[in-house]
């Protein structure tokens, strides 16, 4: 069985909903059976992971991005209701598949200043990046690394003081994340867990939209609902909500054409 999420569309949260699916890891190697072939561990067909990743991450990424009928939104915090739920891997992802479908440049966000995890994913290192910005002065790109190809950037947590937490809701937060629209066409955040820090909702207040993560088998739908209930008070539009580690019982190949 492979590991995915789904893509709930307009987060009512509602289990009526036809989800877009999307394996949660940037690239997903190929899984082997015993007997050396490639399958998904079930009684059905071959699954190609990679094949799968990159087309469900298209349908994704179009849902939310490139087939809105009015102003796509431009800058999405993605966030997890828990700790743990696989926010940064799926933020990944999408930035990822976002980079190679348009022409315009990318920015990742690192929001988690406590627990960050975007630097690893992309074998680079979280020093000079976002606190550094707040602090410093210079061109907001001077602190963006580049990643693959040539319209995707990472601009990292960077250098974390006691205090840096409460950058988070400053004034230079607010003018710097105003560079960042004017220099970058897409940005993508990614938060930290919402039922334990503000930051999200710092952030939430600046940008087009949440994307919510929620963990299968996990996350209480209670908790979920009382999250996007306290966002859409705050002034915040909920684009969606994504079911994490999503395991189907079934052969993939029959569950495609349900």
């Known amino acids: 069985m492979s590991k995915n999420f789904e893509l709930m569309q307009q987060a009512g949260l509602d289990q009526s909903l036809r989800p877009v699916r999307v394996p949660d890891v ?6 082997r059976a015993g007997n050396g072939h490639t399958n998904d561990h079930t009684k059905g067909a071959p699954l190609d992971i990679e094949q799968f990743a990159r087309e469900e991450s298209h349908r994704l990424v179009q849902r ?13 915090v993605f966030a997890g209701i828990d700790h743990g739920n696989g926010c940064s891997e799926i ?4 930035a ?17 200043l406590r627990s960050p ?8 290192t979280n020093h000079h990046g ?68 503000a930051d999200a909702v710092a952030f939430g207040q600046m940008t087009d939209g949440f994307v919510l993560i929620l963990e299968a088998n996990v996350t209480r739908r209670e908790a979920a609902l ?33």
């Open 26 to 31: 940037p690239s997903s190697p190929r899984r």
């Open 64 to 76: 939310i991005f490139l087939l809105q009928t009015q102003a796509p939104p431009r800058a999405v």
């Open 91 to 94: 933020c990944a992802t999408v």
């Open 96 to 112: 990822q598949t976002l980079a190679s479908n348009v022409r315009g440049s990318i920015c990742l966000l690192e929001a988690n």
């Open 117 to 124: 995890a975007l630097p690893a994913l992309f074998g680079t």
């Open 130 to 197: 976002l606190t550094d910005a707040l602090l410093q002065e210079g061109p907001i790109r001077s602190f963006a690394k580049p990643l693959r190809g040539d319209n995707l950037w990472l601009l990292s947590s960077g250098s974390l003081a006691p205090d840096s937490a409460k950058l988070l809701n400053s004034d230079r937060l607010k003018a710097r994340f105003a560079e960042l629209r004017k220099e970058f066409d897409f940005i993508l955040i990614d938060a930290p867990p919402l039922t334990r820090y």
């Open 226 to 258: 009382k999250v996007s209930e306290n966002l859409r008070a705050s002034g915040i539009q909920v684009l969606g909500a994504v079911l994490n580690k999503r395991t189907f019982p079934i052969p993939e190949s029959l569950y495609s054409k349900l």
